[in-house]
Each structure stands twice: as C-alpha cells, then as structure tokens.
C-alpha cells in the first residue's frame, strides 16, 4: 500500500542545495526532483520555523493562528508570551487524515510540545520541547529511546561555528534519527502518513550556512531518502522558509532608541553584558569543562535566560530594560514591530514616521535594510490581528535583524552567524498521478490542501491556501477530479488544551536557544 510520507527539511532552499545536486553530491534529492514537481514555497512573514510550520500544519495565515514569533508582546500590560503548542488550536492536517479514518504520525513537528492525541503517533518536536513526556502515546517514548536512543535535542547546544565538531556531529546524529524514527513507524506502526522534520538542519545553516559542515548534513539526509523513494512511497519535501548569507546585523531596538522610539533603563542584564558574562561565554566554559551533559538537564531554560546573549539582552529580560513612559515602540526579531500608544490617532502617527525611517535604513553594504514595510491589518487576515506586531518589514535578503537591547551599535557585520532566513522556501511532490516539472511559486499554506486532494479529502473552506493542482497529470485520477470542499472540524481529534500547573511551570522555562 502507497503510503504518504512529508519531509520538511528546516530553512532549506533550492539556492543553497542545487550546486550540491547538480555535481552528484545529492543523487536521491535528483531523484526526486528529476521525477517530482517542484519549486518555490514562501512563507508568511516574518519567515521563521514559529509559526510557519503551523501555517503549513493548517494551511492558515498567522492572523487565523494568533502566533507571529518566538515572542509575543503585549504593550497594554508591558509582559511577554512565549508560546507553545496550546496556542495553536486550529485543527491540522492529520486530523483531517484521522477524520477520514486513516492513521498518521507526526515527528518532531515545531511548536508540537506538549504533545496532544492524534491516531496515531506523535513525536514533539522543535527547539521548545522537553526531554521528557514528549510522545503520544506516552509508552512510545521509552520504545524510541530503546530503539535508537531518540533525543529531542543534542546533548551539546552548538553556540559557535568554530571549534565546534562534536556538537556538529551530534545534529548529524539527530538527522539520522529523524528519519530512521520515521522509517520505523512507517513500518512498525503501519500509519498511512508519516511528518517529520529537520529542525536542526536550519541549526547548522545559521551557523555555517553553506560550508562543509551543511552540506555533510544534506548528504546524510540524502543517504536516508533512498529507502524512501525505493519504498514506493509518495513523498513531499518542504521548507518552512529558506536561508541565505548574512551581511548585516540590524539591532532594531538600538536603531528605534537611536531614533527616540524607545526609551531604557539600566538593569542587572545589561550590566551582565557589559561585564562579558553572556549565555554563549558561559556555555563555552561549561563545555571546555565536560559538564554541559550533567548541567544542562538540571538547569531550568528561564534561569539561563536571565543572562544576557552576546548580542545583547533578550526575551523577557529585556523588558525590564524598558522605559515605557518614554517608549512609543519596541521590537522583537526578524521584522516586527510593537506600537505604544494609548489611541488610534496616536498609533498611526507613529507608524506613519516609523515607515518614513525604517524605508531610508541601509545596512553595511549601503543596500536598504527593508524591501517591503506592512502594516498588520494589510499583511494578516483573521480573528488574531489584533494581537500581531503593528509593524512588519521584510528585512532584505542578507540581513539579521536582532531582538536583542544594549549593544553600543544600530549595525554590524556578522559573527557568529553566517545564514539568515528568507521567505523563499522550497517545495516538491512525487510519485502518484505526479507531472514532473517546475511549478513555479506557491505558498507554505497550499501545500496542506495539495495533500488532502492528492489523498481524496475534501478541503476545509477556512484555509487560505488553495490545493496546487497543476502538480498532477492532466489525465490522471487527482489531476480530473474537482477539488472539492468541507466544514472545518471544531476540534482537533482526541486532542486537549487543558494542561496541568506542573506543564504549565515547566513550558514558561523554556525558549528559543537551546
């Protein structure tokens, strides 16, 4: 039996993979593209794994989702939300897959911690899961441990793109067992549909973007697609965004004091930063010590949180730094925008000369550092805008614009990082009733309606993304078939948004570093 099996490949692009194809050092992902459709998928904005991944999940624009970012400031009460897999209660794809009666299981989906029922597995995943009660079934936790030694991180956080083999190892190690985890539910549990995902693939592009060290981790991906395509299976790989070389760090909440938005106070953090003692400083002591193993497990995400990064203060820390009866904006990373203002008079005025600045920003090279500026209201659609960033700008490609307050800079070149994301991502689909070819653009949200069509399903009429049907054979069974459309379900499966206080505490520990 043909079974479906999705492969999302974490911040990939056909830019940074193709030469690697075109030379033989990717034979099977030439396989599939020589037989597959393929080409662009874009990602809402910002492009980033939070919440993308949950947009292809649904096929549903951030402003239906209520998540836009890692973080979610709220300036009526001057707090911040971290969130997690309880903030995302849209039904998905497998549920509609279980709806119709066939099983599917979802390994190391982003934003899946706590994990909730589905039939028939899930395997949370993502930089905000735990290493504990992270499946569901809660048996098939012990089972993958036993099986593969399964982890949901390295046991060593690489922090560095220098000296840094045996944590680069270690996600090779973690590739590996994505997907040979995949392999076994296939065949062991039997599920008609299989999701897994590369999350640390995007970890290393950040890092070393297309050095050897990437392209060791495309090439063991590539070793374990064989069995795949020689399985029979029907195979889509996707991104949730792609990726492309750093040329200029932007400091956003530098540049919006810089310009009188933002005003800040001295804190213990900064003062920490000043002094040197960062979270990447104290890892690399930690590390040249061979404790990071035994200390790791033990030490809570918010208590590592309260130092400082290298760029700066961030999360929620930096919030105490606010001065926000002289603050008219404040900034999280990769594009976004909070207004302070008490009107809507008030908030457009400031909008207005943020657009006016943020349009004549030039980076390093000279070159702007945003290409387009959007409000929310003409970006997002949904129940949710109200709570997205006032402010969005597509940072051009090339920059990073960082979150973080109290560096003594507005721009800089990169350090540690050397790739960045970019809206651009890449999708291909292969195997049944499949035209082979380049089918152009789509977006992150159609390739959920795509699979449901290919699969039979009628496609719920409250996603924005459309099934892309000129994928599939004009004279085949999928390529003649009408799409056709359904309610949406009003729940998700077995699934529940109830958590108990232990989870709860245990979910504000933790953030986007690892």
Request: glycine share 8%; charged share 30%; with cysteine.
């Amino acid at each position: 039996m043909t079974k479906t099996i999705v492969i999302g490949l974490d911040g990939s692009n056909w830019p940074l993979i193709e030469p690697w194809i075109a030379d033989g050092t990717l034979p099977n992902f030439g396989r599939l593209r020589d037989g597959g459709a393929w080409g662009v998928s874009r990602s809402h904005l910002p492009p980033v794994t939070c919440p993308n991944w949950k947009c292809y999940a649904s096929g549903k624009n951030p402003g239906k989702l209520g998540v836009y970012w890692w973080e979610r400031i709220d300036t009526t009460d001057q707090s911040m939300h971290l969130p997690d897999a309880t903030d995302f209660e849209s039904p998905e794809l497998w549920d509609y897959l279980n709806d119709g009666g066939e099983s599917a299981a979802v390994v190391n989906l982003p934003m899946s911690y706590p994990p909730r029922q589905i039939d028939d597995a899930m395997v949370a995943g993502g930089p905000r899961s735990r290493e504990d009660d992270y499946t569901v079934p809660a048996e098939l936790q012990q089972e993958l441990e036993d099986q593969f030694d399964y982890r949901v991180h390295p046991p060593n956080v690489l922090t560095s793109n220098e000296d840094a083999d045996e944590e680069v190892e270690m996600v090779y190690d973690l590739l590996r067992t994505r997907l040979r985890t995949a392999q076994y539910l296939l065949e062991e549990r039997d599920v008609d549909f299989l999701h897994v995902t590369l999350f640390h693939l995007n970890v290393l592009q950040h890092y070393f973007y297309d050095a050897l060290e990437t392209r060791r981790a495309y090439e063991i991906i590539d070793e374990e697609l064989g069995s795949f395509i020689d399985s029979g299976h029907d195979i889509v790989l996707m991104s949730d965004h792609g990726c492309t070389e750093i040329d200029t760090v932007f400091y956003v909440n530098n540049w919006l004091e810089e310009h009188g938005y933002l005003a800040t106070e001295t804190s213990l953090t900064s003062r920490l930063h000043d002094f040197g003692i960062t979270q990447e400083r104290i890892a690399n002591v930690v590390r040249t010590l061979g404790l990071e193993k035994r200390i790791r497990p033990l030490v809570p995400r918010a208590v590592i949180e309260r130092f400082p990064s290298d760029e700066g203060v961030v999360r929620e820390e930096k919030l105490k730094m606010v001065d926000w009866e002289n603050t008219t904006a404040i900034g999280s990373g990769q594009g976004l925008i909070y207004v302070v203002a008490d009107d809507e008079a008030e908030r457009e005025r400031i909008l207005d000369s943020l657009e006016s600045d943020l349009a004549e920003a030039t980076g390093i090279t000279g070159d702007p550092i945003a290409r387009d500026i959007h409000r929310r209201e003409d970006l997002y659609e949904g129940d949710c805008v109200d709570s997205a960033p006032d402010l969005i700008f597509d940072q051009r490609e090339g920059v990073h614009t960082s979150e973080a307050m109290g560096q003594d800079e507005t721009m800089s070149a990169p350090t540690n990082w050397r790739g960045e994301n970019v809206p651009s991502g890449l999708a291909l689909f292969y195997g049944t009733d499949i035209e082979p070819g380049n089918f152009g653009e789509i977006q992150i949200t159609d390739i959920a309606p795509t699979i449901l069509h290919w699969l039979g399903y009628r496609v719920p009429n409250d996603m924005d993304g459309r099934p892309v049907t000129e994928i599939f054979a004009s004279d085949s069974d999928t390529g003649t078939r009408s799409v056709t459309t359904r309610d949406p379900l009003t729940d998700r499966g077995n699934g529940t948004d109830q958590l108990d206080d232990e989870v709860k505490d245990r979910l504000e520990q933790i953030g986007y570093l690892e």
